[in-house]
């Protein structure tokens, strides 16, 4: 008897099951045209395709109607009439409809009770928005059992909110913006940012010259469709395979102290990182790839230290994979290839910041962070400068060749407090913005800012009197005349306040070479033992 009650319970679970149904509310906006006489309706696939069964309601005096009806799990395809029969259904825009075999239907796909959004009557989105139908086809890709999802600044970038569904053979969803907004996305497959897409440069934001880093891109102010294949600008193809070595030096970290390990990250390994190899012990450390899919391939070296992790300076390293190949060896940090030069003479670095250009009043503490204090994690709190509005801090006997920074307008803990480095002399963080850069002269470096701006700190020009700089404009050597009353410190900035020249209690005259000085102006700032300083301009031809 027992077994005929679990029997009998079974049947029923699979009848009820068999039975689920989801309430959808259907939602459509006439704006300024009338309601038909004979009502407003919505047909589709859950109600065989009845011109006159569904009846919409108006939602109190707005212009929207409404109903909400019992549908089944699965694929839906519907549209609206203004009024019952066919001949009054809407033309739904291309940018939002099925699209296969002529089908111009609106569709949804049904897992959940589900409230539709209130589109314009025949057209494609909410008023005010615009829709953008993705269609990514996977098609080359083991599709993850967390199934495809698309994160976005629509939908706060939340990799396992928006699930991409496969209508037709391809994956879709729409998403809904303000008319105004730029749409930045990237396609997953899954629901993590483990398993985020290697978008190609090619149609990339950046390359676009749009400051949202390696994101796809949708700008246009009117509803449209983006179709591509995963990872790819375009639809679909079998792409050619390569093995690669990438090799990371990293002997100007080393030439400073040891360090526990380097490792490469990217979207072949889900940015976790593997483990490189030196095998020889030179610096150079080395990784390589097999059957590496032709185009971009992005990475990132770290570098490993007391538990800490470095991550190298600038944006994504990218290169063009087209054959067997050894990448030129790239010293760490560098967005150029060739080996790390010879690390200066470890000294210290003065940074002097000011703030007597700002339109706002300094915060209590004034901070330097960069990759040498882990950034934020351990920022230098600056000291008030003897010039009013401006803050000191010096780093003691500092050794590797080049130091990237920025600093911080109150508690660096806080992202908004971060100076803003123009583009103009920063380099990309990798993160949608950018860092100030220094390399060192191996001598007493000061490196002098204005918050937030290229040009460094201007010093009184007669605070010393017979100072001066022949010939002006230079071409290949220029004479800096001091006197002999005194040493001094002399040096040379370029138009981005970083240091390309400098010498150190000299008197009488100096030589200014120009190696590797590029045609355009520089300051040159002389100071005595006083502290007295003269800042003039010299012309590299």
Known sequence: MKKLYALAAILFMSVTAFAQTHSVTFQVDLGSASANSNGVHVAGSFQSWSPSTTALTQVGTSTIYATTVSVSPGQLEYKFLNGNAWGDDESVPASVNVGTNGNGNRWAVISSDTTLPAVMFAGAAPAGQKAIQF?????????????????????????????????DGVHRYIAYAAKADSVYFKFINGNGWSVVESVPSACQASTAGINQGDNRFYTDTVSGMYE?????????????????????????????????SVSLAG????????????????????????????????????????????????????????????????????????????VPATADVTFIVDFTQASFTPADTIYLMGGFTQWDANAIAMVPHSVAGQYITTVAQYCPSTMDYRFSNGDPGNNPNHEPVPAACGVDNGVGGYNRSFTRTG???????????CSFISVEEDALAGVSIRPNPMNETATISLGNAGRYSVRVFDITGRVVAGFDNVQGAVTLERKNMVSGMYYVNITDAKGLSKTLKVVVE
């Open 135 to 167: 269609k990514v086809d996977y098609a080359l890709q083991t599709l993850s059992s967390d199934s495809a999802h698309v994160a976005g600044n629509f939908q706060g970038w939340d990799p396992a909110k928006s699930q991409l569904v496969n209508f």
């Open 228 to 260: 591509v294949c995963y990872s790819m600008c375009g639809p679909c193809m079998v792409v050619s395979t390569y093995d690669i070595t990438v090799n990371v030096d990293v002997s100007s970290l080393t030439a400073c102290g040891t360090i526990d």
């Open 267 to 342: 979207p072949i390994n889900g940015w976790g990182g593997e483990a490189m190899s030196d095998p020889d012990g030179d610096g150079v450390y080395s990784i390589t790839y097999m059957d590496v899919d032709s185009g971009d391939f992005q990475f990132k070296a770290r570098y490993h230290e007391n538990g800490n992790t470095n991550w190298e300076s600038g944006g994504n390293k990218i290169i063009t994979v087209s054959s067997d190949s050894t990448v030129a060896t790239r010293c760490f940090g560098n967005d150029t290839y060739g080996p790390c030069p010879a």
């Open 443 to 453: 001598g007493m470096d000061t490196v002098q800012h204005i918050f937030g701006a």
